[in-house]
T-cell receptor
Framework: KNQVEQSPQSLIILEGKNCTLQ??????????LRWYKQDTGRGPVSLTI?????NTKSNGRYTATLDADTKQSSLHITASQLSDSASYIC??????????????FGQGTILTVHP | GAVVSQHPSWVICKSGTSVKIECRSL??????MFWYRQFPKQSLMLMAT?????????EQGVEKDKFLINHASLTLSTLTVTSAHPEDSSFYIC??????????????FGQGTRLTVV
């Protein structure tokens, strides 16, 4: 069964600190991996998307890494801000062929940044 | 980035009534849109794939007669929750992809609709 597991389930850090969120997946075959940020009561917003051949991708203070051999990804947040408080969701897409690749969602990591 | 808009953002309805949720792609055409459901502290669960001009494809366990999907144009899909019950209370989210047949196409999500059935 294709799965996406995220850790930790929740995380509390102080403003200005860095943190790293983890994502392990068993989706196979694999097309791409995405990280989304979801604020409470809002829809997910894309942070990064990486294909099989990409090892790292940055978007401002967010840096995602991907190891397709071990099927692991991480999202590193630098110099956290209060507005970073949200749920971060790892989403893995299988190849779709003639249709869209099916997205498998992780359960998310709830990040809380305290002043 | 591309914008996907959902309406309404929240709705409260009486048990037994029907509720329609709209999903619009504002600045691109979407031949395919997706409807998700999310319970508190849980991940998004795909309910159905909405295809412009044809019938929606429902995931296993989702009642197609209860969750009616219409994708009448390249920029609009609607989800109607019929004869709503309190257990239908949830956060409903739609997403759209800009180009068909490309796996790494970005998926843009609407802001979600909070449905409360009383």
């Amino acid at each position: 069964k294709n799965q996406v597991e995220q850790s930790p389930q929740s995380l509390i850090i102080l403003e200005g600190k860095n943190c790293t969120l983890q994502c392990n997946y068993t989706v196979s075959p694999f097309s791409n991996l995405r990280w989304y940020k979801q604020d409470t009561g809002r829809g997910p917003v894309s942070l990064t998307i990486m294909t099989f051949s990409e090892n790292t991708k940055s978007n401002g203070r967010y840096t995602a890494t991907l190891d397709a051999d071990t099927k692991q990804s991480s999202l590193h947040i630098t110099a956290s801000q209060l507005s970073d408080s949200a749920s971060y969701i790892c989403v893995v897409s299988g190849p779709g062929g003639t249709s869209y690749g099916k997205l498998t969602f992780g359960q998310g990591t709830i990040l809380t940044v305290h002043p | 980035g591309a914008v996907v808009s959902q309406h309404p953002s929240w709705v409260i309805c009486k048990s037994g009534t029907s509720v329609k949720i709209e999903c619009r792609s504002l600045d691109f055409q979407a031949t395919t849109m997706f409807w998700y459901r999310q319970f508190p502290k849980q991940s998004l669960m795909l309910m159905a794939t909405s295809n412009e001009g044809s019938k929606a494809t429902y995931e296993q366990g989702v009642e197609k007669d209860k969750f009616l999907i219409n994708h009448a144009s390249l920029t609009l899909s609607t989800l109607t929750v019929t004869s709503a019950h309190p257990e239908d209370s949830s956060f409903y989210i739609c997403s759209a992809r800009r180009t068909p047949n490309r796996d790494n196409t970005e998926a843009f999500f609407g802001q979600g609709t909070r449905l409360t059935v009383v």
